[in-house]
């Protein structure tokens, strides 16, 4: 086992670590009190990281991105953890992998243009009776002629406002068990679309989290993501990287952050006449913090590694998307508490990392699915097994 960084990963860690120090992090607080990035501001950033080499990298060298390994992915993502999600998508992109499915002509429509930043897509799952339930949503896509007719609705869909077509789950047969669930490329411009409310959220300031109304939009053949009724089984193949990458490291990497920042505001900050690092009340705290982080980001790297070997890393990806989005939020409770009132005033950014790391629990399957998930290939494979599942 060799955990060393590579000449070229390093010098990937870094551009993209200077690339948010000096292009990113001065934007925060704006973002953060006008609740908004200013649309030339997110033009800037965009141009110059694609300029970099640096939008898309999750996407193969064949279609433009980076191609970069799992591991190298979360080495990059845990880098994005370090400042504002809304930084992140609009500076490096936010690129499904499901769109590498498109054939043909659907290369040129939807992914060529989002992989050059030319276009932006959201992907669309969620309804408000089906969260964590994702095969009980109600959006059908019924057979009219050689294509269908989608009607339904969705919500929570980040970026809803800004993305220009849609990654949309819908039922195309209620009658088959389990029901047949389909994926559709859906352009936002399609007549009988409406987007619906931003639905404000207690963090992620910035970002839009959308509901979407679809009513009889007529889809072709075109519109289809891979084979009819495999929907939900693209769904799974391909967010698993992308749930490791955009929860599991970056929750990594701003629980690191803010560890770096507790670490330095103990050595500055004096009570009762000495640093309040010399406490051991608030050396535990640290302590704990250091532990859980390194341990996150090892149980990152091992799901990532699994990927690599072209392994099934279901069961990883589900450890590490529990243990990484627990440890920040644990770890963003302890700073707050580190910095006393001040990591509770709007002066410094502590509160807000607290509230951002709250949604890591739930978005991408909560905490209760994906432990649900992590019981049954135990139950299954063993809990010490699971380099034994092919
Ligand atoms: C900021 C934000 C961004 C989002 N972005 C997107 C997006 O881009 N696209 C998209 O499709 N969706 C998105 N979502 C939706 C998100 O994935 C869902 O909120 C999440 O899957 C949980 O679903 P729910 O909110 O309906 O909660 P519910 O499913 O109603 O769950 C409520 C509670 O019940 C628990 N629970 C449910 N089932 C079980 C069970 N079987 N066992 C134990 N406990 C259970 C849950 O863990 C949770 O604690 C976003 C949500 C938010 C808040």
Redesign the pocket.
């Given at each position: 086992m060799d955990f060393t960084l590579s000449d070229e990963q390093k010098m990937l860690v870094n551009a993209v670590r200077q690339f948010i120090k000096e292009e990113l992090k001065p934007l925060e607080d704006e973002v953060e009190s006008t609740g908004l990035l200013a649309p030339e501001k997110a033009r800037a950033i965009f141009e110059h990281s694609r300029e970099l080499g640096l939008y898309a990298m999750n996407m193969p060298e064949e279609y433009g991105g980076a191609g970069l390994s799992a591991i190298d992915t979360m080495l990059v993502e845990e880098q994005f953890g370090h400042t504002s999600d809304i930084l992140i998508r609009r500076a490096f992109g936010n690129i499904y992998e499901a769109l590498l499915v498109c054939e043909g002509a659907q290369k040129e429509r939807w992914l060529l243009p989002t992989v050059r930043g030319d276009r932006t897509c959201?992907?669309?799952?969620?309804e408000?009776g089906?969260?964590?339930?994702?095969m009980g949503i109600t959006t059908r896509a019924v057979k009219d002629g050689d294509g269908w007719l989608l009607t339904g609705n969705?919500?929570?869909?980040?970026?809803?406002e800004y993305s220009d077509f849609f990654l949309v789950?819908a039922v195309t047969d209620p009658e088959s068990t389990p029901k047949a669930i389909s994926l559709f490329l859906v352009d936002k411009d399609s007549p009988g679309f409406t987007l619906g409310r931003n639905?404000v959220?207690m963090?992620?300031t910035g970002?839009s989290?959308n509901e979407l109304f679809f009513k009889n939009i007529r889809l072709t053949r075109e519109n289809l993501l891979g084979e009819e009724g495999r929907g939900m089984r693209i769904c799974l193949q391909t967010l698993g990287r992308v749930r490791l990458a955009q929860v599991g490291a970056r929750a990594v990497g701003k629980a690191t952050h803010v560890l770096d920042l507790m670490v330095e505001y103990v050595k500055e900050r004096k009570q009762f006449g000495k640093p309040i690092g010399d406490f051991q009340l608030i050396q535990q705290m640290i302590a704990d913090s250091v532990i859980e982080v390194n341990a996150a980001r090892l149980l990152l790297h091992r799901a990532a590694w699994e990927i690599d070997q072209g392994r099934d890393a279901r069961d990883w990806i589900s450890m590490v998307k529990v243990h990484a989005a627990e440890t920040l939020g644990r770890v963003t409770d302890r700073a707050v508490q580190v910095f006393g009132g001040m990591g509770y005033c709007k002066e410094l950014p502590i509160e807000r990392y607290y509230r951002d790391s709250r949604?890591y629990r739930?978005?991408?399957?909560?905490?209760?699915?994906h432990?649900?998930l992590v019981a049954r290939g135990a139950t299954k494979f063993g809990a010490a097994l699971y380099d034994v599942r092919a």
């Open positions: 959201s992907i669309a799952i969620t408000p089906a969260g964590s339930d994702a969705k919500h929570f869909i980040s970026d809803g789950t639905q959220m963090g992620l970002t989290c949604i739930i978005f991408d399957g909560s905490s209760e699915i432990r649900t």
